[in-house]
Antibody
Framework: EVQLVESGGGLVQPGGSLRLSCAAS????????MNWVRRAPGKGLEWVAY????????YYADSVKGRFTISRDNAKNSLYLQMNSLRDEDTAVYYC????????????WGQGTLVTVSS | DIQMTQSPSSLSASVGDRVTITCRTS??????INWYQQKPGKAPKLLIY???SLQSGVPSRFSGSGSGTDFTLTISSLQPEDFATYYC????????FGPGTTVDIK
């Protein structure tokens, strides 16, 4: 069974840092690009970052560029999101999502981890 | 940057109704559009990819159509488990989700 499990969320002060992890199982992790997507309270879905299977291509939303870093460890079947200089507006549930290898759809999602940025 | 709109932003419908949600982009995205369903407290679920391809396991009452800048998600006969929020997503360039359409019980 394909499974994605996020961890690392929590309460952090503005300006602080947090590292999210996503543990993948049930599929060949290195063969799939991965994404981070978030949903802020009362708002819609927002794509955050993308990383290719070999980590040679990375893209970021303008709202997080320069502050967030996506990475992966294929040996550990894990995806990461390092979040620095956190702002109130980064408060959201963060999901990792697997790219379906069909041109950009996300066919499998984790359950999400809540990040709250507040003083 | 590509802009996306969805209409309506919300709708009320009854079980058995035919429901149509429209997604419009500010420039042509050919066929690079997907549709997702999200229920409260749950992760999004892929319904349709590449305009009209049904994701494995998704009921056939869901269908997608369109091209260029105008796209449609149709639920042919609304079921109780379909009350949720629906998002279109363009992947022509940097991924972007539409603002969402909430379908609730009439």
């Amino acid at each position: 069974e394909v499974q994605l499990v996020e961890s690392g969320g929590g309460l952090v002060q503005p300006g602080g840092s947090l590292r999210l992890s996503c543990a993948a199982s049930g599929f060949s992790f290195s063969r799939h690009s991965m994404n981070w997507v978030r949903r802020a309270p009362g708002k819609g879905l927002e794509w955050v970052a993308y990383i290719s299977g070999r980590s040679d291509t990375k893209y970021y939303a303008d709202s997080v560029k320069g502050r967030f870093t996506i990475s992966r460890d294929n040996a550990k079947n894990s995806l990461y999101l390092q979040m620095n200089s956190l702002r109130d507006e980064d408060t959201a549930v963060y999901y990792c999502a697997r790219d379906g290898n069909r041109g950009g759809d996300s066919d499998c999602w984790g359950q999400g981890t809540l990040v709250t940025v507040s003083s | 940057d590509i802009q996306m709109t969805q209409s309506p932003s919300s709708l009320s419908a009854s079980v058995g109704d035919r429901v149509t949600i429209t997604c419009r982009t500010s420039q042509s995205i050919t066929r690079y559009i997907n549709w997702y369903q999200q229920k409260p407290g749950k992760a999004p679920k892929l319904l349709i990819y590449g305009v009209s391809s049904l994701q494995s396991g998704v009921p056939s009452r869901f269908s997608g159509s369109g091209s260029g800048t105008d796209f449609t998600l149709t639920i042919s006969s609304l079921q109780p488990e379909d009350f949720a929020t629906y998002y279109c997503q363009q992947i022509y360039n940097t991924p972007l989700f539409g603002p969402g359409t909430t379908v609730d019980i009439k």
